[in-house]
């Protein structure tokens, strides 16, 4: 028997109670993690990944990590002196807007600004954002790597794929099984906005040009009760 297509009711009760909760939790969490560790630091994501955020939280098991709802967690800690968990701990309120989370830990500030000044991961791009570089490939039978090698150390683009880089706008075609394209072809240039093609054709050619990155903001110190900006600080 068909299934009906009738409208099925959503209880939006249900809903709202699990995010309801969710909240809460985290709300519960940043409160608790404020009370036990001395430094709570604000930072921001570049080209978010999440398997490269458990890396850091797996570096940093002895430590707490919140990537969540801004204003939950900046209500968590205090707006003002009325509401917040710590003195002065308000003053990290300004800095929590836009894709920030908050790392609570109790290592030394400049170990921790040291290590993720250094820490960066590589990752192909996703659409909506420039292009690092130019990346072009040569006329005649396309191989793996798009130019990236040498012909010799590298291996014809299967013809199966033919379709495929087609579709995505490059002006291939078939030549005695191989693919060849007719003049070079640029996939992108530097600075360009990338589209979802462009970064299938980059992913493909093994080319990434996002790189993941923490920046740490600033800190609160619950032994001087004050924040220090980072930036500042540095210089």
């Known amino acids: ?13 249900k809903t709202d109670k699990k995010g309801k909760e969710l909240t809460l939790k985290l709300f519960a969490n940043v409160q608790e993690a404020a009370n036990t560790y001395t430094y709570i630091f604000v930072f921001s994501v570049e080209n978010m990944r999440n398997s490269y955020l458990k890396t850091v939280r797996s570096e940093f098991s ?12 900046a209500k968590a800690l205090g707006h003002d002196t009325a509401s917040e968990v710590l003195t002065n701990v308000h003053k990290l309120a300004k800095y929590l807007n836009g894709n920030v989370g908050l790392f609570f830990t109790n290592r ?9 000044q250094s820490f960066s991961e590589s990752d192909f791009a996703r659409a909506g954002i420039a292009a690092t570089r130019t990346f072009t490939i040569p006329e005649g039978v396309v191989y793996s ?12 683009m299967p013809h199966s794929l033919e379709v495929t880089v087609r579709k995505w706008g490059m002006p291939t075609r078939l030549v005695k099984g191989k693919v060849v394209l007719d003049a070079d072809y640029t996939v992108c240039k530097e600075g360009q906005m990338l589209n979802s093609h462009q970064t299938a054709l980059l992913k493909l050619f093994g080319v990434a040009m996002a790189d993941f990155k923490i920046d740490m903001q600033a800190y609160y110190s619950s032994a001087t009760e004050e924040v220090v900006e980072i930036g500042v600080m540095e210089e």
């Open 1 to 13: 028997m068909p299934k009906s297509r009738r409208a099925k009711i959503v209880h939006l009760s």
């Open 62 to 73: 002895d430590s707490r990590l919140f990537f969540g709802k801004t204003k939950v967690m």
């Open 108 to 116: 030394d500030p400049q170990s921790i600004i040291d290590y993720f």
């Open 145 to 156: 790597r798009g130019g990236e090698l040498a012909a010799e150390d590298d291996v014809q």
